[in-house]
T-cell receptor, first 120, second 117 residues
Framework: EAGVAQSPRYKIIEKRQSVAFWCNPI?????LYWYQQILGQGPKLLIQ????????DSQLPKDRFSAERLKGVDSTLKIQPAKLEDSAVYLC??????????????????FGDGTRLSIL | AQKITQTQPGMFVQEKEAVTLDCTYD???????LFWYKQPSSGEMIFLIY????DEQNATEGRYSLNFQKARKSANLVISASQLGDSAMYFC??????????????WGLGTSLAVNP
């Protein structure tokens, strides 16, 4: 079974520029998550999709961050414009999901390798 | 409020020895799940083991076992026969089973484990 695919692996941009990350979840997984992980901290959920609908985006800075999951499969996360404090690892994860059960069943989330973003 | 506490910022263990990583949690829920993840320096987050609050036996997965003490609200990870490749950050996380729309995983700050040869 192929794992969660993310690209790019690394990205360096200057502040005020824009950047996009791509994620392809495990085949058949209905639930997709984007996390931001700042150095020395645990992951912070930015947005959760169930199929192509948003379940939780309460911690997404919507003035600069946007995400979409067209057709309920691949997803992109965009930052525009980037700030210095956006330097972090951006992790994508997926889980099978089951209607409303999503993350709170015994299904673990499976993560991609992450994108390490550096803002200069 | 839901909270995960990992009190050990860093741990050292000798290769081939066992090590316990601590995790305590705070919840008023009766039904919940606890996860442990490993994050090597390369950055990927790797699922290790799961324990449900109603599971009567402690979870085991190969060299990983979970010492689950529900009354004390602790879910410590035990790694037996440590290997050099076990050097990584370890995160404890909790999922609420009946939280309606509030389904976020709650994460601890992690413990950095270094295995010495």
């Amino acid at each position: 079974e192929a794992g969660v695919a993310q690209s790019p692996r690394y990205k360096i941009i200057e502040k005020r520029q824009s950047v996009a990350f791509w994620c392809n979840p495990i085949s058949g997984h209905a639930t997709l998550y984007w996390y931001q992980q700042i150095l020395g901290q645990g992951p912070k959920l930015l947005i959760q999709f169930q199929n192509n609908g948003v379940v939780d985006d309460s911690q997404l800075p919507k003035d600069r961050f946007s995400a979409e999951r067209l057709k309920g499969v691949d997803s992109t996360l965009k930052i525009q414009p980037a700030k210095l404090e956006d330097s972090a690892v951006y992790l994508c994860a997926s889980s099978p999901g089951d209607g409303h059960r999503g993350v709170y069943s015994n299904q673990p989330q499976h993560f991609g390798d992450g994108t390490r973003l550096s803002i200069l | 409020a839901q909270k995960i506490t990992q009190t050990q910022p860093g741990m050292f263990v000798q290769e081939k020895e066992a090590v316990t990583l601590d995790c305590t949690y705070d919840t008023s829920d009766q039904s919940y799940g606890l996860f442990w993840y490993k994050q090597p320096s390369s950055g990927e987050m790797i699922f290790l083991i799961y324990q449900g609050s109603y599971d009567e036996q402690n979870a085991t997965e190969g060299r990983y076992s979970l010492n689950f003490q529900k009354a004390r609200k602790s879910a410590n990870l035990v790694i037996s026969a440590s290997q050099l490749g076990d050097s990584a950050m370890y995160f404890c996380a909790m999922a609420r089973h009946n939280a309606g729309n509030n389904r976020k995983l709650i994460w601890g700050l992690g413990t950095s484990l270094a295995v010495n040869p």
